[in-house]
């Protein structure tokens, strides 16, 4: 006799997929995920241009001026966060098997995107820091 649909031949007559559940991404079914993928670039963008900003050479170049070092801790903890929470982001818009991929490729583009901003307009990195306008010696 012929084995029944989806029967490997054990004669069982059964699926062997029946009773497992549909793993599938939750970003593809819904918007929610693509939000959550958009914040975690903002994130991984602003934490990238935050780290640059703790650097004093950086600084140097977006406003010509040096930095008091205590501005300069709260940009490194400030970027540590924000790239911390573009993880936690991707995290939630995803499997975390992908996730960290995907978080490893936006902060690759971010640091690329940072880079570039440096060596074209260094001033557009101002806006990341708002609070340093008048700080800086």
Known sequence: ???????????????????????????????????????????????????ALSLPAHVQQAWGRNAPAGLLRLHRALGAAAVALALVLCLGADHASIAVLVWAMTLSGAALAVAFALAWRPCWLRALAPWMRGRVR
């Open 1 to 51: 006799p012929r084995p029944a649909h989806g029967d490997c031949g054990g004669g069982r007559g059964r699926s062997p997929r029946r009773g497992m559940r549909s793993v599938r991404s939750r970003a593809m079914h819904d918007s929610s995920g693509a939000w959550l993928l958009l914040a975690a670039v903002a994130c991984a963008l602003a934490g990238m241009g935050w780290l």
